[in-house]
């Protein structure tokens, strides 16, 4: 586990994309690992990573609760969604 306490993973598509984010942070001393906030990148297909169709957000917490925000860019709009129920994988 680094110092700072959290990983991160990107995963990139064919073309070169990082299209895909996890961050992992460590819980407490308890040696438990919780996903704390993932991105989400959707592309206009067949263009590079500098054309982004939306993205999205999303952010947990220790409790299963989530918040996600969905950025559409170039209309420079975006929607929020909250969830309550508790995401037990």
């Known amino acids: 586990m680094p110092r ?4 991160g993973v990107d995963i ?5 994309s990082n299209y895909l984010s996890y961050l ?3 819980y ?3 040696r438990i690992l919780i996903l704390q906030k993932v991105w989400f990148y959707q592309f ?3 263009n ?4 982004q169709e939306y993205r ?3 952010a947990f917490n220790q409790d299963g609760n989530f918040a996600a925000r969905k950025y559409i860019d170039f209309k420079w709009k975006y929607e929020n969604y909250e969830g309550y129920q508790k995401l037990d994988f």
């Open 12 to 16: 990139i598509n064919n073309e070169g």
């Open 28 to 30: 407490k001393q308890d």
């Open 44 to 46: 206009i297909p067949g």
């Open 56 to 58: 999205v957000h999303f």
């Open 48 to 51: 590079s990573n500098e054309n």
């Open 4 to 7: 700072n306490k959290n990983i």
């Open 24 to 26: 992992i942070m460590k």
